[in-house]
């Protein structure tokens, strides 16, 4: 998890970063069904599910969620593989190859066309992107879905009443990434010391939660064993003294 963090932080801070000086596969592909559900901000867990349920997405979801991708670390060939594997569902090999889709993802790595390195999309320009249309699933599920819809999602998400509600009332007063901040406070079961920027960066909070979980869970044991190592030696001195009364 540390070295996942190190990682991810990097992609999502640094500008330009030549993609063979990056280090990658930190995280894996097959990795994301759960990292999905314990890790990601509501966009991408909801543009994940899509494309894992319908097996295909349009041009504004492609571009956000491989560059989502590209900036937890994976490389280009494991996303080349994932973006095959779920569009080749309905299609075959030559269609997806002559549908361009594998184009843009070495495009988005850096190679092909101008050969630039793009970076991840940032909260703010999901929010203020362009909108999705009829059959789309990209964007901020709480700036772009309706109340009804929005509460649908959640609720498929275990979310409590509750806590949907207060989402909404926040997306409804167009505080969108606060709203995404409550929805990582409940998912991750703690406060949110940080102000959420990224999607990358809500990753990166939710891994360092789990290794400070990993670290207190280890600190507890090894105080745990201390404290019955120290009872079990004064037991035993104990029953010597006895011994010795006797």
């Known amino acids: 998890y540390q070295r996942r963090v190190r990682v991810i ?25 759960k990292l999905s559900k ?13 494309l894992t ?11 956000q969620f491989c560059l989502f991708l590209k900036g937890l670390g994976l490389n280009m060939e494991e996303v080349r593989g994932f973006f095959r594997s779920q569009f080749c569902h309905h299609m075959d090999s030559e269609t997806y190859n ?22 991840a999309y940032g909260c703010l320009k999901i929010i203020t992107g362009s909108p999705p249309g009829a059959g789309d699933c990209h964007g901020c599920p709480f700036k772009h879905m309706d109340s009804k819809n929005l509460e ?3 609720s498929g998400w275990k979310i409590p009443r509750g806590v949907i509600k207060e989402m909404i009332n926040y997306s ?18 703690r406060e949110a010391k940080f102000g959420l920027s990224h999607p990358n960066q809500f990753v990166v909070e939710s891994l360092e939660g789990s290794i400070s979980n990993t670290q207190n869970s280890n ?14 030696s004064g037991q035993e001195h104990q029953v010597k003294e006895e011994k010795m009364g006797e």
């Open 38 to 50: 314990a890790s990601f901000p509501p966009c991408m867990r909801y543009v994940y599910e899509w």
């Open 98 to 119: 002559k549908s361009g889709h594998d184009y843009m993802i070495r495009h988005l790595f850096g190679k092909e066309g101008k050969r630039q390195d793009k970076k």
């Open 9 to 33: 932080k990097e992609l999502t801070t640094t500008e330009q970063e030549p993609d063979q000086n990056r280090r990658v596969g930190e995280i894996s592909i097959s990795e994301l069904p």
């Open 172 to 189: 409804e007063g167009q505080h969108y990434q606060i709203a995404c901040t409550k929805y990582f406070e409940f998912t991750q079961g």
């Open 219 to 232: 600190s507890s044991n090894t105080q745990i064993s201390d404290t019955t190592t120290a009872a079990e």
């Open 152 to 154: 649908k999602t959640l």
């Open 53 to 63: 349920t319908n097996h295909h997405m349009k041009h504004g979801a492609r571009l």
